[in-house]
């Protein structure tokens, strides 16, 4: 997954600087061009089992790598510039997915299980050689079955943190390469000042509603209920997390921390994220507590 990262945003970043260089023409040309080399590369070196790969980093150089250039040409602000990255990501892997089913004919569900029915083997052979049980091997099949049933209708989710992702890496090696380049990249905002609308806020709140009355829905209705707020729970819990990590990023600058200290700080909160999701509950309230404004605030009246 790394891998796949670093290949599609050294790509899409190649085609976004042609495209604001040279043009549209040029800018879908070398698209194109980068695109077909990647997939080719790729079923290469991986073999026709690596075709949905090659096509997969071939949609993302090409349509994201156009849709970039053509970005920066109008002047965009990075924000904006990253809101429009991550739906073209998002559309782009939706495109990706409905096609990837299409060759195979197959449903999402039918899809996943198949391809969990192919590791069954190797899994049970390497479950055995850390000394499990067969009861315990087939417990642990029996639940990745049932995550797997679950995971198509998270898809919106999903498809989401990947974009966001792909959008954030892209965007940081972009600013590095078109410095490099001396091509103009939009410098207007900067990773301490993200902020989440405030609308997100109460999707969270809708999301554990939804969570908390889908035993109590007609059971027709229970798993669309309970689905449905898992997806609105998970879109806002990731964005409100980058929200926390924004604001420790906004006072560590603040008091001119140290890169090592700024390091273990971001380290300890994403441990805290995991564990309790107290970073993502920082976030969130500061929706309504805004805490840095009345940081500056408190300073302005102080001095």
């Known amino acids: 997954m790394r891998r796949l990262v670093r290949i599609v945003s050294s790509m899409s970043v190649m085609t ?32 026709p089992e690596g075709v949905f790969a090659g096509l997969l980093i071939f949609m993302l150089t090409a349509i994201a790598g156009m849709g970039g250039g053509l970005a920066l040409r109008r002047g965009v602000s990075q924000f904006r510039l990253f809101i429009a990255m991550t739906a073209i990501f998002c559309v782009t892997l939706f495109l990706w997915l409905g096609a990837l089913l299409l060759i195979v004919g197959k449903d999402p569900v039918s ?27 087939d417990s642990a099949l029996s639940q990745a079955r049932d995550f797997v049933s679950v995971l198509p209708y998270m898809a919106p989710a999903v498809l989401l943190v990947v974009s966001i992702a792909l959008s954030g890496v892209n965007l940081a090696l972009g600013r590095r390469v078109f410095e490099r380049l001396r091509q103009p990249f939009p410098r207007d905002f900067v990773f301490r000042d993200f ?24 059971e027709r209705y229970s798993s669309a209920v309970e689905l449905t707020g898992a997806n609105l729970y998970y879109i806002a819990e990731l964005l409100f997390f980058i929200q926390g990590m924004a604001i420790a990023g906004f006072f560590l600058w603040a008091y001119k921390v140290s890169r090592v200290k700024r390091v273990a700080v971001y380290v300890c909160l994403v441990l805290l994220e995991l564990a309790l999701s107290l970073t993502m509950w920082m ?6 507590l805004d805490y840095r404004r009345r940081f500056i605030r408190k300073n302005l009246s102080g001095q």
């Open 16 to 47: 976004a600087s042609c495209a604001l260089r040279h043009g549209v023409f040029a800018g879908l040309s070398a698209s194109l061009l980068v695109g077909a080399a990647c997939m080719l590369l790729t079923v290469g070196l991986v073999g």
């Open 111 to 137: 899809a996943l299980q198949a391809i969990v029915d192919s590791s069954v083997e190797p899994s049970s052979q390497v479950y055995r050689a850390m000394g499990m049980s067969q009861q315990d091997i």
């Open 195 to 218: 902020r989440v609308h405030w609308a997100f806020a109460y999707a969270l709140i809708l999301g554990l509603v939804c969570q908390l009355l889908a035993p109590y829905a007609p």
């Open 283 to 288: 976030g969130l309230f500061d929706t309504w």
